[in-house]
């Protein structure tokens, strides 16, 4: 921890592998108790940070045996320079292109068993409280991306002049841009009220859930009419709209696509079917 708070080491999450997306308890990972040591064996795609950490924090099966599948899973702390580690940056990303992302793979990787974080078979509800907390963090990432995008069309729509007006005067324009700002604004105050209570301590998930799913929507339909604003200018590399149109879906997909936050909301109105 020290090196991490002085930025000095750089830390990540290693959960979604090739067919364990969505469906965290499908990871296949495994780590198995030789001694003192886990031997790790497994694989993970769409890790942030994967070729820069200094370690990762990664879910693993080591109660294999456990009644529940959810009790089947810890979290080991992985440092990445140890022998049977390997990680490869993806390329050709669709956006968040400055951020780094990759597979890594660990092949009879040994830790030793002081690296666990917490109790066995815990992992999976270790991450389920940590999804509350980093959900949040993208809802602001979100509405960061739609108020930029936002501004980007302002400024454009009020130099940029057709059939001898300014953009900006045309009551379609106006209207874009109204609906830009009340949706930013909703979205706003929506993860803002979950966050607050979540710094109260009370996690109310189908409400941290709401929030993803509407500024994830947010961000994609505010870039998208952004970008449409700008008119054929959006569609070169020259304006930065299209950088925003790119990185803005995203955020309707990792940390939870909407499709998993329209169910956490609907069990919690409904109940589980």
Same mark, same amino acid.
């Given at each position: 921890?020290?090196?991490? &708070?002085?930025? !000095? ?37 769409? @890790? ?34 140890? !022998? ?8 050709? !990303? ?14 009879? &990787? ?16 270790? =991450?389920?409280?940590? =999804? ?5 963090? &993208? ?14 069309? @302002? ?19 106006? $209207? ?16 803002? !009220? ?25 961000? &994609? ?22 950088? $925003? ?29």
């Amino acid at each position: 921890m020290p090196p991490l &708070v002085k930025a !000095k080491a750089i830390t990540g999450a290693a959960i979604t592998e090739p067919d364990a997306g969505s469906d965290v308890s499908s990871v296949r990972t495994t780590a198995i108790l030789d001694g003192n040591e886990y031997v790790m064996n497994g694989a993970k795609t769409f @890790i942030t940070g994967g070729t820069m950490a200094d370690y990762l924090l990664v879910l693993c099966i080591t109660e294999s045996e456990a009644k529940s599948r959810h009790d089947r899973f810890s979290v080991i702390v992985v440092e990445t320079n140890r !022998k049977g580690f390997e990680a490869t940056k993806l390329k050709h !990303k669709l956006g968040l292109r400055a951020s780094d992302t990759a597979e890594i793979s660990f092949s009879d &990787v040994r830790v030793p068993k002081e690296n666990l974080i917490g109790k066995p078979g815990r992992g999976f509800q270790q =991450f389920m409280v940590f =999804f509350d907390h980093t959900r949040l963090h &993208v809802c602001a990432e979100a509405i960061g991306l739609a108020q930029g995008a936002m501004e980007q069309a @302002i400024k454009h729509v009020q130099k940029r002049h057709q059939f001898g007006k300014a953009l900006a005067s045309f009551q379609v324009t106006q $209207f874009k841009i109204a609906e830009m700002a009340t949706r930013i604004e909703a979205g706003r105050n929506l993860y803002q !009220k979950a966050a607050w209570l979540l710094d109260q301590g009370r996690v109310e998930s189908h409400l941290i859930s709401m929030a993803k799913w509407y500024t994830g929507e947010t961000a &994609v339909r505010v870039a998208e009419e952004a970008l449409q604003l700008h008119g054929g200018y959006g569609f070169i590399g020259d304006y930065n709209i299209e950088r $925003f149109y790119r990185d803005s879906k995203i955020v309707e997909i990792y940390e939870g696509t909407k499709e998993v936050e329209k169910t956490i909301i609907a069990r919690q109105l409904l109940g589980k079917y």
